[in-house]
């Protein structure tokens, strides 16, 4: 069914002008999901629920109800709570334990008349960059099976690609909503910390954590952080002629496999051409300064803020029950300690805050004294690794640590807390690469527009392969 290649929006008007039923839409994805079981996607998918949403949808659609999403289907990363759903948070002491409330994001899907269609795999506790998860299984990138689909929301990334869903949420504390897109060959969106309710989410860090959509397109971006967020500000025409982007130096732009930096760089020489204006935007000491800010802030945040939604959600487990019931050994060698004497010190994170304070300032004053709109930047500086390598990943023939690796460019913004957006450029030896871009805080509309141009002057990217 040539629909489950379409966009969100593409779909959304063909469902309010009876061109397509969401029974017919929801069943084709149904077989699409089951084709593709290897690559271990969901965690939870109820495919009677499912078209049980959709007859209702179709119902509400031919009495002449329109809403945003009426009758489009979405996917959830298994860390945001849904009614009725398991949220296992990708971990051993929550894994299959339903929810009786929705998250707030969740309440907004299904106030707009979405479809949830079940859970998605990803790292545990979102402790990761590969998905290679003990408790559910490792998730398959779409575009080779051997190859992680990034993460930590893995699941969201790859059932996008492999239309699975038109759409689905992940979260992004460090680059996990933009990595994923990057190596699955999608789009993603990580919104200014804030924009989107982390309410029944379940965290790493207040400060750093944000849900944010991925999808085939920056239209069906923009349509999702509408309904998201609250602001569904038309997205002006931006004209490339005229705009300024930044080249932020250094480290961005260095040491990326050959490929990368050809994808990329060919994508910056098609929007020269076009009459974009590049500009080297120095940000001295961003390396250091964030090198201060993010485990400090992340691992002191996450003992406070786990123990408090696993209270208030009622969860029925405690976070001590949480820590010993990891299994994958990458976070188990991460948080075991948190329980051992080895928080964070209170003295310790304060002065993390106040480096996160000069990293802000930082990207301020870049922004400002610069007069550019957007950082553009590989999203990751190689294609996706090979499942299994989960500690150690070779770069330009070195072998360094794989999560440093894969968030070495999106995890400044994201301590800094504001948007990026990664969009998919081309091939290099068959595998996507991701371009991405960082906006000012609040200029989320804005950078969406702006990756809608972008977008458009780019060549289309191919579609993932369909098993068979």
């Known amino acids: 069914m040539a629909w489950i290649t379409r966009s969100a929006v593409d779909v959304r008007d063909a469902l309010a002008s009876r061109q397509l039923s969401c029974a017919e839409l929801v069943s084709a994805l149904i077989v699409r999901t089951d084709a593709a079981r290897a690559l271990n996607c969901y965690v939870a998918f109820d495919a009677e629920g499912l078209l049980a949403q959709a007859r209702a949808a179709d119902a509400r659609l031919a009495a002449g109800e329109r809403l945003p999403l009426l009758g489009v289907p979405v996917a959830l990363k298994d860390?945001?709570?849904?009614?009725?759903?398991?949220?296992?948070?990708?971990?051993?002491?929550?894994?299959?334990?339903?929810v009786h409330a929705d998250a707030e994001l969740v309440r907004r899907l299904r106030a707009a008349g979405a479809l949830i269609t079940g859970k998605l795999g990803m790292h545990e506790l979102a402790f990761g960059i590969t998905s290679n998860n003990a408790v559910t299984g490792a998730v398959h990138n779409p575009w080779d099976a051997a190859r992680m689909p990034g993460g930590s929301s893995g699941g969201s990334g790859a059932a996008v690609a492999a239309r699975l869903v038109p759409v689905a949420i992940g979260t992004d504390t460090g680059g996990s909503?933009?990595?994923?897109?990057?190596?699955?060959?999608?789009?993603?969106?990580?919104p200014t910390v804030g924009r989107v309710s982390a309410d029944g989410i379940a965290p790493i860090s207040a400060t750093r954590d944000t849900a944010g959509p991925l999808a085939r397109c920056v239209a069906d971006l923009a349509l999702f952080d509408g309904v998201l967020s609250g602001d569904d500000t038309p997205l002006p025409d931006v004209a490339l002629r005229g705009l300024r982007l930044g080249l932020p130096q250094p480290g961005f732009w260095d040491d990326l496999e050959p490929g990368v930096r050809g994808a990329c760089e060919a994508a910056l020489a098609t929007l020269r051409d076009a009459g974009v204006t590049l500009v080297p935007v120095p940000l001295p000491g961003?390396?250091?300064?964030?090198?201060?800010?993010?485990?400090?802030?992340?691992?002191?945040?996450?003992?406070?803020?786990?123990?408090?939604?696993l209270h208030d959600k009622q969860r029925g487990v405690g976070f001590a029950d949480v820590i010993h019931g990891i299994q994958s050994p990458d976070v188990k060698a991460l948080a075991s300690p948190l329980l051992a004497g080895g928080a964070v010190p209170e003295a310790a994170y304060r002065q993390a805050l106040q480096a996160r304070a000069r990293l802000q300032a930082l990207y301020r004053e870049a922004f400002a004294s610069h007069g550019v709109e957007a950082l553009v930047f590989p999203t990751t500086p190689r294609t996706a690794a090979r499942i299994g390598e989960d500690e150690t990943v070779a770069l330009n023939g070195r072998q360094g640590p794989t999560f440093a690796t894969f968030i070495r460019n999106t995890d400044p913004g994201s301590n800094a807390a504001i948007p990026g957006?990664?969009?998919?450029?081309?091939?290099?030896?068959?595998?996507?690469?991701?371009?991405a871009l960082d906006g000012p805080a609040g200029s989320d509309r804005r950078l969406l527009a702006i990756g809608r141009a972008i977008e458009a002057a780019l060549p289309a990217m191919p579609a993932a392969p369909l098993p068979d």
């Open 79 to 98: 860390n945001i709570d849904a009614a009725g759903l398991p949220c296992g948070n990708g971990t051993g002491a929550l894994h299959g334990r339903a």
């Open 177 to 190: 909503v933009r990595v994923p897109a990057a190596l699955c060959g999608v789009a993603g969106l990580r």
């Open 421 to 435: 957006l990664s969009l998919p450029v081309g091939l290099a030896e068959g595998l996507p690469v991701g371009l």
């Open 286 to 309: 961003l390396a250091e300064c964030n090198g201060e800010v993010s485990f400090v802030v992340a691992l002191f945040e996450f003992v406070r803020d786990l123990t408090a939604y």
